[in-house]
């Protein structure tokens, strides 16, 4: 029973993190970069390594259009609106082990 539990976590998070990793790699690499290193389109931090629970904040944040650090939170709003929390939860995870 337990050795079942273990494996189906196992498969899980596996799936969880291949999620995420689809959703960089489709909807924030081109402006982010593929680790995370760039500053997207000259404005933004380098976001790779950043702590889970931040990201997860700002890009609801932007989702919801209550942040805009740069002036262009409207770009990054419609680059995550269609996102949902379980996603962003991914991605956010993904993106914290980049660098
Ligand atoms: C079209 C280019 C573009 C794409 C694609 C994009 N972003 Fe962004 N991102 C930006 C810009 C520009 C900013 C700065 C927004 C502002 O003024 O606050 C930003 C800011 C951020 C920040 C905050 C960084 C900081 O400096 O504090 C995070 C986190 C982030 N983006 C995550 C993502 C995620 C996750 C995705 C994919 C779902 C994504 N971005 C896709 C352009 C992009």
């Known amino acids: 029973m337990s050795k079942l539990f273990i494996l189906i976590s196992l498969l899980?998070?596996?799936a969880l993190y291949?999620?995420?990793g689809d959703i960089y790699a489709s909807r924030c690499d081109s402006c982010h970069g593929s680790?995370?290193?760039k500053s997207a389109l000259g404005k933004?931090?380098?976001i790779g390594?950043?702590?889970t629970a931040l990201?997860?904040?700002q890009v609801q944040a932007y989702k919801s259009?209550?942040?805009n650090q740069y002036g262009m939170g409207a770009t990054m709003k419609n680059m995550v609106k269609s996102l949902n929390d379980n996603e962003i939860a991914e991605v956010a995870?993904?993106?914290s082990k980049l660098k």
């Open 12 to 14: 899980l998070s596996s």
């Open 18 to 20: 291949a999620g995420g």
């Open 35 to 37: 680790h995370g290193e």
């Open 44 to 46: 933004s931090k380098a």
């Open 49 to 51: 390594g950043q702590n």
């Open 55 to 57: 990201t997860i904040k």
């Open 65 to 67: 259009g209550t942040l």
């Open 93 to 95: 995870n993904f993106i």
